[in-house]
């Protein structure tokens, strides 16, 4: 007869260290004390580099000159971002990069610390992203999977989704902001 031991895998850390670890986080990590205009460029950062992962393009299939639609099932008939613009890539690692100056800017202290050129960068990288973004929304696939986009008694439709649209307002919102806080002396 053999006994099974239960081996633990994850340990569970002790309430007094989860205590320790969330005050040390929130000593390096805490967006309340940032100014407005930077607690928006984190944000739309943050959803920047989360939209190149969404659905950018939609597929649908129209039979001749019908109005009936139908959403295409294999393959599938939603692509993200990545999959159609490998470029987005730049966008995603822009996005990620602001967000990492706005984290060190505010590192262990509420007040923003002065970063040599933080207006001109901000505005240059969103500059950068609006750029992309636009691209990607522009440039939407000719073909869907292989399949020629027009022909035939079957059209396959290639239109816009939701990554898309969330991605273009980030940039945009990125961009006002970044050119407000260049603009601003006091939001710096």
């Known amino acids: 007869m053999t006994r099974t031991r239960e081996v633990t895998v994850v340990r569970w850390v002790s309430r007094e260290r ?28 943050a959803v920047l580099a989360i939209s190149v992962f969404l659905p950018w393009y939609k597929a649908g299939v129209r039979i001749g000159n019908s109005t009936l639609n139908a959403q295409l099932l294999q393959p599938r008939g939603t692509a993200s971002g990545l ?33 040599p ?32 986009v027009l022909g035939g008694p079957f059209q396959i439709n290639v239109g816009w989704d939701y990554g898309a649209v969330v991605a273009v307002i980030a940039t945009v919102a990125t961009l006002v902001v970044a050119w407000t806080v260049l603009r601003d002396p006091a939001a710096r």
Request: hydrophobic share 55%.
């Open 18 to 45: 989860r205590a320790r670890i969330s005050a040390g986080v929130a000593q390096w990590f805490s967006p309340q004390g940032w100014h407005l205009n930077d607690q928006i460029i984190g944000v739309a950062a």
């Open 83 to 115: 999959i159609v613009h490998p470029f987005l890539w730049a966008l995603f690692g822009l996005a990620v990069l602001q967000f990492v100056v706005l984290v060190a800017r505010y590192a262990r202290s509420r007040r923003p610390r002065t970063i």
């Open 117 to 148: 050129g933080y207006g001109p960068f901000m505005l240059v990288t969103s500059a950068i992203c609006f750029v992309l973004a636009i691209t990607a929304f522009v440039e939407k696939p000719h073909t869907w999977y292989g399949n020629p």
